[in-house]
């Protein structure tokens, strides 16, 4: 895996498991023989077509309190217990090697799927905790992929902006596009902040749930709202293929509901609120109070 020879893909969601992990019907049963039997489905299993290894999701102990009754396998692949039925058509625009690149979502059927108890990832019942663990640095990954896609959009816009002129004037020399530019300079700047703190705190073994869910959603809006005004400023130029944007536009819709859509993490984020104010008095350590 570390050689880049062997892809591993995450089965966790499931139609009736997105946004809440704990409603996951797929089960693993012991066989008495030192395996674990699964069965149950699995729904945008990102690059499972392309994956030497699947890392599955199962609930273990219906009895145990709802966040222990999960446990995460390790399955190697191909595996006839592990059906691919297809990769989900999304609203997303493709390049010529987006399968090859394992860039679909898969819908996978687990049937009778036999897992050695050595295969075990983590221990019984830890499998919700890693998913979280795992959850928690794809949000700040993503949130970096967004910086970069954002910063290029907006040096695409300003190369626009300077080489075009409308009515006499050159685009640059219109206030009004400055101020969509500065918008999208700000926001650039803000989220490059939130990366560095939540980064810091990370590689310092802090708490970064709070932080973590905060600048979800504001990186995942960031990036819309960057790359829409970059498509903006391109006018019908921005809205073909002639450029990466518009292709650019209808992949990052996806940020606001991959990880966790924006709803839970507001939801999560303002009882954090509520709650360190009842704590200390004060919101501030819901609301980056430590950076200063």
């Given amino acids: 895996i570390l050689n880049g020879d062997k892809r591993v893909c995450y089965s966790m969601t499931e139609k009736a498991a997105g946004a809440d992990a704990t409603g996951m019907q797929t089960t693993a049963v012991k066989d008495g023989k030192g395996n674990y039997v699964l069965n149950g489905e699995k729904w945008f299993s990102s690059a499972a077509t392309a994956a030497d290894i699947a890392v599955v999701m ?3 102990n219906p009895d145990a309190p709802r966040h222990q009754q999960f446990s995460t396998f390790i399955v190697e692949l191909p595996n006839p217990g592990y059906k691919i039925i297809r990769d989900i058509p999304t609203m997303a625009v493709h390049g010529p090697h987006y399968h090859e690149m394992g ?14 108890e050595a295969n075990l990832l983590g221990g019984e019942g830890m499998g919700f905790a890693m998913g979280q663990h795992r959850l928690a640095y ?28 409308t009515f006499g004037k050159g685009l640059e020399d219109r206030q009004g596009v400055q101020f969509m530019l500065a918008e999208c300079a700000s926001q650039l700047y803000i989220a490059r902040l939130m990366l560095i703190h939540i980064a810091y705190k990370a590689e310092n073994g802090m708490d970064i749930r709070q932080e973590n869910g905060i600048a979800k959603v504001f990186l995942a809006n960031m990036v819309h709202k960057v790359v829409d005004t970059a498509i903006q400023l391109h006018g019908a130029l921005g809205y073909s293929l002639d450029t990466p944007l518009a292709a650019w536009y209808t992949h990052i819709r996806s940020q606001r509901l991959v990880d966790g859509p924006d709803e839970v993490h507001k939801w999560i984020t ?10 200390d008095g004060t919101t501030a350590a819901a609301a980056g109070g430590d950076i200063l």
């Fill in 58 to 60: 199962a609930k273990t």
């Fill in 103 to 116: 860039g679909g979502h898969a819908e996978v059927k687990i049937e009778n799927l036999v897992v050695p």
């Fill in 138 to 165: 794809g949000r700040l990954r993503h949130g970096m992929h967004n910086v970069a896609m954002a910063q290029r959009a907006l040096d695409l816009a300003t190369e626009q902006v300077t080489t075009r002129s």
């Fill in 270 to 279: 303002g009882k954090n609120v509520i709650r360190a104010y009842k704590k």
